[in-house]
Structure formats: structure tokens, C-alpha cells
């Protein structure tokens, strides 16, 4: 069983569209994450959510809009998308919110391109 | 926000230690250091994680010096599968706002 999930793992789409990235983790976890990693490898976080509350916005222009359902799932919207969107995406999860200690959970990433 | 430095890239050969520092200097007090390996097309995965002085698990070992403002993972006897990007993490605190460290890519070769 895959612990932490995203779909799609690849997205290839036009400038101005808009796409959506899902996530969903079995792990029970309490915690979930959205982060952007460049070309260059940078992982930067996004988003995150406590039991469908957001507690980390970082600053993501907001045509990125995140959204959670519930606890097992962060979804990741994006509205007109621009050329330096292209990136991966990983969604990541966490037992406990943020913390001094604790493991990140990550997804296999989905990687967008856009053209 | 504790900012990271590690070095962009690592050579060694199999069989042989390999340690990866990543440099924290304003590392808050109650922060912890984790260090996350990423294979090609995959998410990080977590390797290790202290607070002080020495931590060992399965695959690696982490040192910590006294003033904290700095940490190396130890990867003994590397194989061509230990190939790849590490990731040094510093904190976890302050609302949850953490650091990634740029990466180090290791390569392993024969």
C-alpha cells in the first residue's frame, strides 16, 4: 500500500490553464504538506494543513489555492498557470503537526510542466 | 528561519565512509536536524534525525557538536545504490516553517 499518494505523476498543460494535483495519505497521519521542488532540486514548502486547517502559507502567489476535505487528503488547485509553475510537486504528511521532532512522510511527486 | 549550506556535490567510491556536513548557524534552540535521501523520481525519504552529539540507526549516523552549528551524516561502506540527493533539515518549529537545505548530490562510483 502506498502510504502517501498523488495523482497525476505527470501534467503537462498550457499557459493560462487551470490544473489541480491530488494527494491522499493512509497513514493516519494528522498533518499534511504541499512542497515545490525546482529545477535545481530547492524543496520549498507550500502549504500545510492540521486536521483541515491550514497552519502554514508560505509565500505562493494565490493562484495556488490548497484544499482538504478531510484529514487523509490535501489537494493542490492551481488557476492560470504561468511558464515558472513548472516544477515537482510533492505532498508530504506528518503524524503530528510541526513540531521539534518528526518524520515527513513524502508522495512520489507529480511533476507539471507547462507550456 | 535556520538557513543551511551543504556542499553541492560529493564523490567516493564503494565500500568507502562517506560524511556529508551541512552547516546551521543560527539554529534555533529547540530545533532538531533530520537529513532525507531522494533517489531520481522519487519523494525524500527520511534518514536520520538528532537533536546533540551522536545518532546511530541502520543506514547512517548523525553528529552533532556541542554548539549545534553544524551536523554531519555518516554513511558507512557506501554501495552504486546509495547514489543520490541528501537533504539536510533544520527545525521543524515556529509554526512549522522549516529549511531544506539545497541538497548534496552523492555519487557513488565502482
Known amino acids: 500500500d502506498t502510504a502517501v499518494s498523488q495523482t497525476p505523476k505527470y501534467l503537462v498543460t498550457q499557459m493560462g490553464n487551470d490544473k489541480s494535483i491530488k494527494c491522499e495519505q493512509n497513514l493516519g497521519h494528522d498533518t499534511m504538506y504541499w512542497y515545490k521542488q525546482d529545477s535545481k532540486k530547492f524543496l520549498k514548502i507550500m502549504f500545510s494543513?492540521?486536521?483541515?486547517?491550514?497552519?502554514i502559507n508560505e509565500t505562493v502567489p494565490n493562484r495556488f489555492s490548497p484544499k482538504s476535505p478531510d484529514k487523509a487528503h490535501l489537494n493542490l488547485h492551481i488557476n492560470s498557470l504561468e511558464l515558472g509553475d513548472s516544477a515537482v510537486y510533492f505532498c508530504?504528511?506528518?503524524?503530528?503537526?510541526?513540531?521539534?521532532?518528526?518524520?515527513?512522510?513524502f508522495g512520489e511527486g507529480s511533476r507539471l510542466t507547462v507550456l | 528561519l535556520a538557513k543551511t549550506t551543504q556542499p553541492i556535490s560529493m564523490d567516493s567510491y564503494e565500500g568507502q565512509e562517506v560524511n556529508i556536513t551541512c552547516s546551521h548557524n543560527?539554529?534555533?534552540?529547540?530545533?532538531?536536524i533530520t537529513w532525507y535521501q531522494q533517489f531520481p523520481s522519487q519523494g525524500p525519504r527520511f534518514i536520520i534525525q538528532?537533536?546533540?552529539t551522536k545518532v546511530t540507526n541502520e543506514v547512517a549516523s548523525l553528529f552533532i557538536p556541542a554548539d549545534r552549528k553544524s551536523s554531519t551524516l555518516s554513511l558507512p561502506r557506501v554501495s552504486l545504490s546509495d547514489t543520490a540527493v541528501y537533504y539536510c533539515?533544520?527545525?521543524?518549529?515556529?509554526?512549522?516553517?522549516?529549511?531544506f537545505g539545497d541538497g548534496t548530490t552523492l555519487t557513488v562510483k565502482p
Open positions: 538528532g537533536y546533540k
Open positions: 494543513y492540521n486536521n483541515k486547517e491550514l497552519i
Open positions: 533539515l533544520v527545525g521543524f518549529t515556529n509554526a512549522g516553517k522549516s529549511t
Open positions: 543560527n539554529i534555533a534552540t529547540n530545533d532538531y
Open positions: 508530504a504528511s506528518s503524524l503530528r503537526p510541526p513540531g521539534n521532532t518528526g518524520e515527513l512522510f
